[in-house]
């Protein structure tokens, strides 16, 4: 279930659980993609060139540690993760700012 939520012009807020039939790697694709406004494989976007995408996956894994917390800094926008059992992500458009 994806629950997406626009806050500001700028920023995207999505749930994720590991029910999903996608990756946490995938929805924060996806809430980057809304909070740009653009299809990132029509864009020179690389993710891998900012953050591992794998470790990003098994961070947020179903029996992950609980309150784990991730930052980072991609292509114009801050993507910020947290929870346990699920997780938020909220990406912010820096370039607007």
Not at 75 to 87: F, I, P
């Amino acid at each position: 279930m994806i629950q997406e939520e626009r806050e500001q012009a700028t920023t995207v807020r999505e749930s994720y659980t590991p029910d999903q039939d996608r990756s946490v790697t995938e929805a924060v694709l996806d809430a980057i993609e809304e909070c740009k406004g653009e299809d990132l494989l029509r864009t020179d976007f690389v993710l891998y060139e900012d953050i591992n995408p794998e470790a990003l996956d098994s961070l947020f894994r179903h029996d992950a540690q609980p309150r784990t917390t991730v930052t980072f800094d991609t292509d114009s926008v801050t993507v910020e993760l947290w929870g346990d059992d699920g997780v938020e992500i909220r990406v912010t458009d820096r370039s607007v700012e």
